[in-house]
């Protein structure tokens, strides 16, 4: 990794490299849109295997199943959610340094307006959920309708092609990233133990160790697991989300607007694993809920199901786009070229497709095999199903472009996704 500033490459050179970024953009989505079918045949096994006769095999011998690690000793469920996951939050780490270095987050006015929406794609979703949650063992699960799952949205977005604007898969990326920072900070902030200091003490050295490789200009990607190891393994002893560790390493990895070519290579690198293996691996652990008529009747009376299913799909739609409106309205912020206002209430629904930090945010929430987690997934499927049909049907009659002329690189580079 090479912190270096890149101002002594030649125009020619940096021409290039930005050159090459466009397809990046196109192979990053159609790597979430594939990705979220590997999800769902994923999730649709889950479900047949925790209803069906190897209901007892799927809890007992896979998801519930104890595996030492010398150092601790937690079920599968754990390993994968405090784990695997944690290469997930480190592509998302990816995503975001990308973003904010040379995508849509580094410009200020167009990263502001899918900001402000995603702001009110978390706050009321929050509050929908909060007030029929105001207290007891419910009241924990109040960020979990905050999360909108990029891969299904995307999947369904690629869908249209160019029967809607290059725009709006353009916006609702970029909102879904924003709505992915504000997930991190709720997780890392609401979602930790009591914070041991000494063990943070080692997370934070783990840190600085990769300032100073960075310093050094060490540019092995090798050279970096163990200070990455160390963040975890701190981040885990201390009582926070280990997975967090994932998106500090994300976060800190070397990139300029002229040089983001090692996060392109980490993306190449990790992007397939993540979207075809560590995501489908996580849905199939927590996505197998049994539901039967003994239990549905007790899942859609509870409060948290009510509470994840309104937030997502109420919540979610109504925040995305009434802060949109109002920002707009008081001049915040600007819509990509060829969308318009109806564009975002038209896809605002599908930000309601809360999955896979949705899922992840219900297992922080309350403990394994209890009700409560129960009727939080079934809310996160139920909800995320009803969220996408809407959408779709929302896009379908008013989604549809005006005549759209002149249409920049990145657009076409989405569109093409």
């Given at each position: 990794?090479?912190?270096?500033?890149?101002?002594?490459?030649?125009?020619?050179?940096?021409?290039?490299?930005?050159?090459?970024?466009?397809?990046?953009?196109?192979?990053?989505?159609?790597?979430?849109?594939?990705?979220g079918?590997?999800?769902i045949?994923a999730?649709?096994?889950?479900?047949f295997?925790?209803?069906?006769p190897?209901?007892?095999?799927y809890?007992?011998?896979?998801?519930?199943?104890?595996?030492?690690?010398?150092f601790?000793?937690?079920?599968?469920?754990?390993?994968?959610?405090?784990?695997?996951?944690?290469?997930?939050?480190?592509?998302?780490?990816?995503?975001?340094?990308?973003?904010?270095?040379?995508?849509?987050?580094?410009?200020?006015?167009?990263?502001l307006?899918?900001?402000?929406?995603?702001?009110?794609?978390?706050l009321?979703?929050?509050?929908?959920?909060?007030?029929?949650?105001?207290?007891g063992?419910?009241?924990?699960?109040?960020?979990?309708?905050v999360?909108?799952?990029?891969?299904?949205?995307?999947?369904?977005l690629?869908?249209?092609?160019?029967?809607?604007?290059?725009?709006?898969?353009?916006?609702?990326?970029?909102?879904?990233?924003?709505?992915?920072i504000?997930?991190?900070?709720?997780?890392?902030?609401?979602?930790?133990?009591?914070?041991?200091?000494?063990?943070?003490?080692?997370?934070?050295?783990?840190?600085?160790?990769?300032?100073?490789?960075?310093k050094?200009?060490?540019?092995?990607?090798?050279?970096?697991?163990?200070?990455?190891?160390?963040?975890?393994?701190?981040?885990?002893?201390?009582?926070?989300?280990?997975?967090?560790?994932?998106?500090?390493?994300?976060?800190?990895?070397?990139a300029?607007?002229?040089?983001?070519?090692?996060?392109?290579?980490?993306?190449?690198?990790?992007?397939?694993?993540?979207?075809?293996?560590?995501?489908?691996?996580?849905?199939?652990?927590?996505?197998?809920?049994?539901?039967?008529?003994?239990?549905?009747g007790?899942?859609?009376?509870?409060s948290?199901?009510?509470?994840?299913?309104a937030?997502?799909?109420?919540?979610?739609?109504?925040?995305?786009?009434?802060?949109?409106?109002?920002?707009?309205?008081?001049?915040?912020?600007?819509?990509?070229?060829?969308?318009?206002?109806?564009?975002?209430?038209?896809?605002a629904p599908?930000?309601?497709?809360?999955?896979?930090?949705?899922?992840?945010?219900?297992?922080?929430?309350?403990?394994?095999?209890?009700?409560?987690?129960?009727?939080s997934k079934?809310?996160?499927?139920?909800?995320?199903?009803?969220?996408?049909?809407?959408?779709?049907?929302?896009?379908?009659?008013?989604?549809?472009p005006?005549?759209?002329?002149?249409?920049?690189?990145?657009?076409?580079?989405?569109?093409n996704?």
């Amino acid at each position: 990794m090479d912190s270096k500033s890149p101002s002594t490459v030649p125009n020619q050179n940096n021409q290039g490299k930005k050159r090459r970024r466009r397809p990046q953009l196109a192979d990053f989505l159609r790597n979430e849109s594939a990705g979220g079918v590997a999800l769902i045949l994923a999730t649709i096994l889950a479900l047949f295997m925790a209803n069906g006769p190897w209901s007892d095999f799927y809890a007992h011998d896979i998801v519930e199943r104890h595996i030492d690690l010398g150092f601790a000793e937690e079920t599968i469920e754990h390993w994968v959610n405090g784990g695997l996951m944690t290469l997930f939050f480190f592509l998302v780490g990816l995503e975001i340094k990308r973003e904010f270095v040379g995508g849509e987050l580094r410009d200020p006015q167009a990263a502001l307006l899918p900001a402000i929406a995603a702001l009110g794609g978390m706050l009321c979703p929050a509050f929908i959920y909060f007030a029929l949650n105001t207290s007891g063992d419910t009241s924990p699960g109040w960020a979990i309708p905050v999360a909108t799952d990029i891969a299904f949205v995307v999947g369904v977005l690629s869908l249209f092609g160019d029967r809607i604007p290059a725009g709006v898969k353009l916006f609702t990326l970029t909102l879904a990233i924003a709505d992915d920072i504000g997930g991190i900070i709720i997780i890392a902030l609401f979602y930790s133990e009591d914070a041991q200091p000494l063990w943070l003490l080692l997370a934070l050295a783990g840190i600085l160790l990769i300032r100073v490789q960075q310093k050094a200009n060490i540019n092995s990607k090798l050279a970096y697991i163990p200070a990455g190891v160390i963040i975890w393994f701190g981040l885990f002893e201390a009582g926070v989300e280990a997975a967090i560790a994932g998106v500090i390493v994300g976060l800190l990895t070397p990139a300029t607007e002229d040089d983001q070519s090692l996060v392109h290579q980490l993306e190449d690198n990790l992007g397939k694993s993540v979207n075809f293996a560590i995501i489908p691996i996580f849905a199939f652990v927590n996505a197998g809920v049994i539901i039967s008529s003994d239990t549905l009747g007790d899942t859609v009376s509870s409060s948290v199901f009510w509470g994840v299913v309104a937030g997502l799909i109420l919540g979610k739609t109504l925040g995305v786009s009434l802060f949109t409106w109002a920002a707009l309205k008081i001049g915040l912020g600007r819509l990509p070229r060829g969308m318009e206002l109806r564009h975002v209430f038209a896809s605002a629904p599908l930000t309601g497709i809360g999955f896979t930090v949705a899922l992840f945010i219900a297992a922080l929430s309350f403990d394994s095999g209890t009700d409560l987690l129960r009727d939080s997934k079934v809310g996160i499927l139920a909800a995320s199903l009803v969220a996408g049909a809407i959408g779709a049907i929302f896009l379908t009659l008013w989604g549809k472009p005006e005549v759209i002329t002149h249409k920049q690189p990145q657009e076409k580079a989405i569109e093409n996704a």
